[in-house]
C-alpha cells in the first residue's frame, strides 16, 4: 500500500502514543532529528528519553485528549519546544534548539472509541526567528544597540507585576552622561554618537545576564535590575560608574574621558508601581548630578 | 426587520436536547475531576434559540455583572458545528496559572502577561473540549478543534460586539455557568451553533431516543 | 413483581427514558414528580417501593430530597440517577442515606443491575421486620 508512507516522507514529526505513554509509532521526521531510531523507542515509555516532558502540564494535556478527544496544542510562544531538537535551518545562532508548535490529538478504532494519541511536531523556527527579529527592531535603539524605551515601557510593568505576584525585588539605575552637550559641542555629533555607543558597550558589559540596558532619552539609559535589592543595586552602579571614568573614548584621534551620574532606586512593597520607581530613580539621578556628578546616589525611599 | 424565526425544534425535540445538555455537561464535571484533578462545576446548562442579530445582546445582558472580561474563543467541527466563547472576569489568568501545574523551568523564562494569556488558552482548551466532546459523544459524533484564540484581554464587558457574528444564521446558544471554586473563579460558556448543524442536530436528538425504544 | 417506582427528575425526557430501561417481562406501578418537593409529597401519600433521584433539580434539589424521604422513612430505598459521577460526589450521596448511583446516559443492564440491588434491600429491611 503507498498511503502509509506520506508519514514518513511528510516535513512534519509524528509520533503515536498509547493511553499510558509508550511510543507506538516514530516517523522518519523524529528518526532525524532526534538521532534515535523508531526501534530504539517504541515499546518504551517517552518519557524514557525525554524525562523533560513528565510535567503536570503534559500529562493534564494527555489525559484531556484521551478522555475528551479534543485537540492540544503547544504553541512555540509558551513551550517553545517539547523535543529537545537542534536547530537545522541558518537561524542556528538565534536560537539553540529547534523552535517547534506541537498538536496533540486522539486515534480512534473503527468503534469511534479513543485508543492512542498522537503529537505532531513542526519546526517554526524561521517564523520564531523572523518574529524575534520584528520584535527587537521595535524594542532596540539602532545606534547603541541597547533596549529602547518601548520596551521599558511593556516590560516594567510586567517586572512589577512578577514583584507584587511573588514577592521578587527589583531595582532601578537611571544614569546618564555628565556635560554630554559640551562633548556635542566641542568634537561635533559624530563623535557624541560615538560616545553614546562607547558608554553604552562599556556599561552592557559590566552587567550581569539578566540585567537590562536602555536607551531612555538622548544620553540618558537606565538599567533594569530584576531579582535585585538596593545593595546590589549600588554596587552594579558603583562598579558602572567606575569603569566608565576609567574608559576613553576614540574620537578620530583623540581620546575623550566621560563621567556619569548614577542614580539607584528599588521597588517598594507599599507603592509597587512603574511610576514610583522610575520617579525615585530619577529623583536619585537628580541629586547626583547636582552634588558634583560622577557619583552614584541611591534613594531608598520617597 | 428581524423576522420570526421558524420554529427549529419541537418541544419534545428541545426537551431531549436539554436532557443531552445535562448529562453531556454532568459528564464534562465528573472527567474534569476524576481524570484530570481540575474541579470545576457546571451549572445545568440553559439553551436559547436566537437570531444572530441577538447573540451580542443575550450574551451581554448575561455576563453583565462581569466588569472588565477576558474572552476564549474555539471553533469546532464535526457535524454539529460552531464556535465556543469562553468569558472571564479579568483577573482568571492569574488565578489559574496554578491550575496546569507549577511553573516549570520553561514556563518561568516568560512574562507575566504571557503566561496568564497563554494559560487561560490552555484551560480554556480543556474546557471547552471537555463540553463539546461529551456532547458529541453522546451524539455520536466527532470534533475537531481550531487552536484556541485569546478575542479580548482585559477589556470592558461592552467589547462582545455585534460584529463577532455571523448576522445572517440561527444559533443554538447553550450557556453554563462554571465556576473553579478552589481557585474563586466564574465565568460563562456560550456554545453557538451555526445553522448548518441545526438539520443533523434534530436527527441526532431523534437517534439518541432511538437507543432506548 | 408489581413493585411500585417513584421516578424523581426535572427532565421529562430523563423520567421516559428511565422508563423504558426498565425490565419489560416485570410489571411496575409508576409515579414521576419534577423537583423534590413535589417528590416528598408522593412518597408520604403512595410509599413507593423504590425512589430514583436526579441530583439537579430546581426548589428542593436531590441531595436534599433524599434527606427529606429518609427523614420521614429511614428505610426508603433510593437510588441516585446522575451523569456527574466524581467520587465526591458519590461519598456524599452515599452519606445522605441513597443505596447506590446508576449512571447517566442509562443502559437496560444497568438499570436491571440496580433494581435487583433494590430487590435485596427491600427483602433486608421486609425480613427485618
Known sequence: MISPRIFEVINIGLVILDPDLTVRHWNRWMELHSGIPEAGIVGKSLFDHYPGLNTTRFTKNCKSVLTFGNFCFFSQKLHRWLFPFKPVTSFSGMFDRMQQSCTMGPLRDDGNAIRQ??????????????????????????????????????????????????????SLLMWDIDHFKRVNDTHGHQCGDEVLKSVAAVVGSELRLTDMLIRYGGEEFCCLLPETRMDTAISVAERIRACVEAHSVKCGDEAIRITISVGVGELDSDSPYQEALIALADKALYEAKTSGRNRVVAQPHA | MSRQPEPIFTANERDILQEVMNIGFGKASADLAEVIDIYVVLSVPEVALLDASELAGYIGGEIRDFERISVVEQSFMGRFQGVALLIFPSEAGRKLISILGQEDEQTALHSVALLERETLMEVGNILIGACVGKLAELLDDQIAYSPPRVLVEDDPRETVTRDMFNPDSTAIVMRTLFSFENENISGYLFLITRNESIAWMVSALHSFMERYE | MGRTLLIVDDSPIARKILIRCLPPDETFRILEAGNGEIALKVYQAERPDITFMDLTMPVVDGF??????????????????????????????????????????????????????????????????
Not at chain 1, 526567528?129 to 524594542?139: G, I
Not at chain 1, 533596549?147 to 511573588?166: A, G, I
Not at chain 3, 441513597?98 to 437496560?108: D, E, H, I, T, Y
Request: net charge positive; charged share 35%; with cysteine.
Open chain 3, 64 to 129: 436534599q430530597s433524599i434527606v427529606d424521604i429518609r427523614r420521614f422513612d429511614p428505610e426508603a430505598v433510593i437510588i441516585v440517577a446522575t451523569a456527574d459521577i466524581q467520587t465526591k460526589t458519590l461519598f456524599r450521596v452515599l452519606d445522605a442515606g441513597a443505596l447506590m448511583v446508576l449512571k447517566k446516559p442509562m443502559s437496560r443492564e444497568a438499570v436491571k443491575d440496580a433494581l435487583e440491588k433494590a430487590e435485596e434491600a427491600l427483602k433486608d429491611s421486609e425480613r427485618r421486620r
Open chain 1, 117 to 170: 494519541l498522537f503529537i505532531s511536531v513542526q519546526d517554526v523556527t524561521e517564523v520564531a526567528a523572523y518574529e524575534r527579529r520584528l520584535v527587537e527592531l521595535n524594542t532596540r535603539d539602532p545606534l547603541t544597540g541597547s533596549f529602547n524605551r518601548r520596551f521599558l515601557d511593556s516590560r516594567l510593568p510586567d517586572e512589577c507585576e512578577r514583584h507584587k505576584r511573588y514577592g521578587r525585588p527589583l
